[in-house]
């Protein structure tokens, strides 16, 4: 019988995406790529971390901790304020992707979870810009 494993236990369950969360604001934080998108965060960044960890482990198949303390996450309206466009999208994908090189994930779940990740992040653009400036 084979066994669905999801992301969430693939990745360590919450000690795994709590890890993971904190590399991706770290670098959010120190690299250059990311200064735009680090300035529309608060200065400290605790609430982002524990906002995204809690909803990252329900969006990975593990419990629904953002759900529960704060409803459906409506992510798209939670950004409407920010001013996200293709270049602020590719700052987040690049601190996510530079996060997830530490996880030991299998090349398909890595590649699946990237995807999912991407097509979120593309989601979030609130910005139109002309289509040779992506
Ligand atoms: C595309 C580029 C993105 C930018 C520039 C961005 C930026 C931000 C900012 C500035 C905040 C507010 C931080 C705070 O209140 O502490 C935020 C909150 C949040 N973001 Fe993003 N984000 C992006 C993409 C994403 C993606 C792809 C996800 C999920 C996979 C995500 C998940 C969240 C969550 C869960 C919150 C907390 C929402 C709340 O309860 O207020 N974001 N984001």
Known sequence: MQVAVTPFERLGGQAGV??????F?????????????????PRDLATSRDKLFKFLCGWLGGPQLYMQEYGHPRLRAR???????????DAWMLCMERALEDCALDTLMRAHLLQSLRNTA????????????R
């Open 122 to 133: 593309d989601f979030m653009r609130n910005r139109n810009e002309p289509e040779d400036s």
């Open 25 to 41: 604001y770290d670098l959010m934080d120190t690299l250059p790529q990311a200064a735009t998108i680090r300035a529309l965060h």
């Open 18 to 23: 709590r890890a993971l969360v904190d590399r």
């Open 79 to 89: 950004h409407i304020s920010f001013p996200i466009g293709a270049a602020e999208r």
